[in-house]
């Protein structure tokens, strides 16, 4: 993949989009009822242009632990020093776009745990009763918290060539859309006026790769412990997964809210690794559940809205003797107003054939 950017917008355009025999036929068929839901509990802002600014505290954990209890000491304990990011975000009809870029400010200061390198964009498509997300992760430099199990050392090993990207398109369905919005405390384009719980479905494709640039995962005293792992450099996984959820958001004078929602996901992962100085391996398969949660809080109002959100997943999988595990977690603030739509942009999203559907 030589242009992983490149390949995420496509897919983005790819699942938001159809045929254009598809578009030709459905513009001589009568035009169906827009979705409306229940005013009594959820507005919209489908016309004004929704402007936020927030700043993110992300966190990343990649374990690689012996299955063998003996060897256990051996597991690397990836974590990224990372600092705290700043960003911008845009909501706009069903589009939303999430961009952030790193400060000087928060834990990646560090300096004895090294720099970790960051890019993410996030890209979703929404109606009351789905949201559609395309994300991209790239995160390259971390440090083995585990080191002082298996050096005699008060200090940890740098790994600045362990590298992490992440492509994917994950989906969101609201059974209960005309009057639990789950896009509210998400993307601030809608806003919920009364208490609500909503069941929820979720899918999505994945692929990530776990590489070293120039060295394998693990360091020599570990591989020497633990040698069934000792010459993989990387591990690359696509994975398939779905599950049902649920989600509530509690509304108080109808401004300030709490929202929860959680997901039991069933996962199939399907993996390769490379060896060093010899060929990738066969694909092989893994089966797992896991659990995927989020919280958030804070004030929404027809134009002013402020928010924290905390959210996270997790990934297993199982290979060569070793449980491969990835922890991704974000904490939001988020801070907005919504304004009156610039003539210009709403002539540019009517000449966008797909996005009036």
Same mark, same amino acid.
């Given at each position: 993949m030589h242009n992983p950017i490149l390949f995420f917008i496509? /897919?983005?355009l790819f699942y938001s989009s159809t045929p254009s025999k598809a578009q030709e036929e459905s513009e001589k068929k009568p035009k169906k009822p827009s979705l409306a839901a229940d005013t009594n509990y959820i507005t919209s802002y489908p016309d004004l242009l929704t402007i936020g600014l927030y700043t993110a505290s992300p966190i990343m954990q990649l374990t690689i632990k012996p299955l063998q209890k003996d060897m256990e000491k051996y597991r690397s304990d990836f974590r990224g020093n990372f600092s705290d990011q700043i960003g911008l975000t845009l909501a706009y009809k069903k589009i939303s776009l999430q961009f952030g870029i790193k400060t000087p400010f928060g834990p990646g200061k560090s300096d004895d745990k090294g720099k970790t390198k960051?890019?993410?964009? /996030?890209?979703? $498509?929404r109606k009351?009763? #789905?949201?559609l997300e395309g994300q991209y992760r790239r995160y390259r430099g971390y440090y083995d918290n585990n080191t002082p199990n298996y050096v005699p050392t008060d200090t940890v090993a740098v790994r600045p060539d362990i590298q992490f990207n992440h492509l994917g398109v994950n989906g969101i369905y609201n059974f209960s859309w005309k009057k639990y919005? #789950?896009?509210?405390?998400?993307? !601030?384009?809608?806003?919920? %006026? *009364?208490?609500?719980? +909503?069941?929820? @479905?979720? @899918?999505g494709i994945n692929y990530m790769t776990i590489s070293s640039n120039?060295?394998? %995962? %693990?360091s020599s005293v570990q591989a020497s412990g633990f040698? @069934? !792992?000792d010459d993989v450099r990387a591990i690359n996984a696509l994975l398939l997964k779905a599950g049902p959820g649920l +989600? $509530?958001?509690? $509304? $108080?004078? *109808?401004?300030?809210? %709490?929202?929860?929602?959680?997901f039991l996901m069933g996962n199939l992962v399907g993996y390769t690794y490379d060896v060093k100085d010899k060929d990738r391996s066969k694909w092989g398969l893994n089966a797992n559940v896991y659990y995927e949660s989020a919280i958030g809080f804070g004030y929404n109002s027809k134009r002013l809205f402020a928010g924290v959100n905390f959210n996270g997943d997790i990934n297993t999988m199982r290979i060569r003797g070793a449980s491969i595990r990835t922890n991704f977690a974000t904490i939001f603030i988020t801070a907005g107003y919504r304004f009156n739509t610039p003539k210009f942009l709403k002539t540019g999203y009517k000449k966008v054939g797909f996005l009036n559907k």
């Amino acid at each position: 993949m030589h242009n992983p950017i490149l390949f995420f917008i496509l /897919i983005c355009l790819f699942y938001s989009s159809t045929p254009s025999k598809a578009q030709e036929e459905s513009e001589k068929k009568p035009k169906k009822p827009s979705l409306a839901a229940d005013t009594n509990y959820i507005t919209s802002y489908p016309d004004l242009l929704t402007i936020g600014l927030y700043t993110a505290s992300p966190i990343m954990q990649l374990t690689i632990k012996p299955l063998q209890k003996d060897m256990e000491k051996y597991r690397s304990d990836f974590r990224g020093n990372f600092s705290d990011q700043i960003g911008l975000t845009l909501a706009y009809k069903k589009i939303s776009l999430q961009f952030g870029i790193k400060t000087p400010f928060g834990p990646g200061k560090s300096d004895d745990k090294g720099k970790t390198k960051t890019l993410g964009i /996030i890209i979703r $498509v929404r109606k009351p009763n #789905y949201i559609l997300e395309g994300q991209y992760r790239r995160y390259r430099g971390y440090y083995d918290n585990n080191t002082p199990n298996y050096v005699p050392t008060d200090t940890v090993a740098v790994r600045p060539d362990i590298q992490f990207n992440h492509l994917g398109v994950n989906g969101i369905y609201n059974f209960s859309w005309k009057k639990y919005s #789950y896009n509210a405390p998400l993307t !601030f384009n809608d806003r919920q %006026l *009364k208490s609500r719980i +909503g069941l929820l @479905a979720k @899918a999505g494709i994945n692929y990530m790769t776990i590489s070293s640039n120039d060295s394998t %995962l %693990l360091s020599s005293v570990q591989a020497s412990g633990f040698s @069934a !792992f000792d010459d993989v450099r990387a591990i690359n996984a696509l994975l398939l997964k779905a599950g049902p959820g649920l +989600g $509530v958001n509690i $509304v $108080v004078f *109808k401004r300030f809210y %709490l929202a929860l929602s959680g997901f039991l996901m069933g996962n199939l992962v399907g993996y390769t690794y490379d060896v060093k100085d010899k060929d990738r391996s066969k694909w092989g398969l893994n089966a797992n559940v896991y659990y995927e949660s989020a919280i958030g809080f804070g004030y929404n109002s027809k134009r002013l809205f402020a928010g924290v959100n905390f959210n996270g997943d997790i990934n297993t999988m199982r290979i060569r003797g070793a449980s491969i595990r990835t922890n991704f977690a974000t904490i939001f603030i988020t801070a907005g107003y919504r304004f009156n739509t610039p003539k210009f942009l709403k002539t540019g999203y009517k000449k966008v054939g797909f996005l009036n559907k």
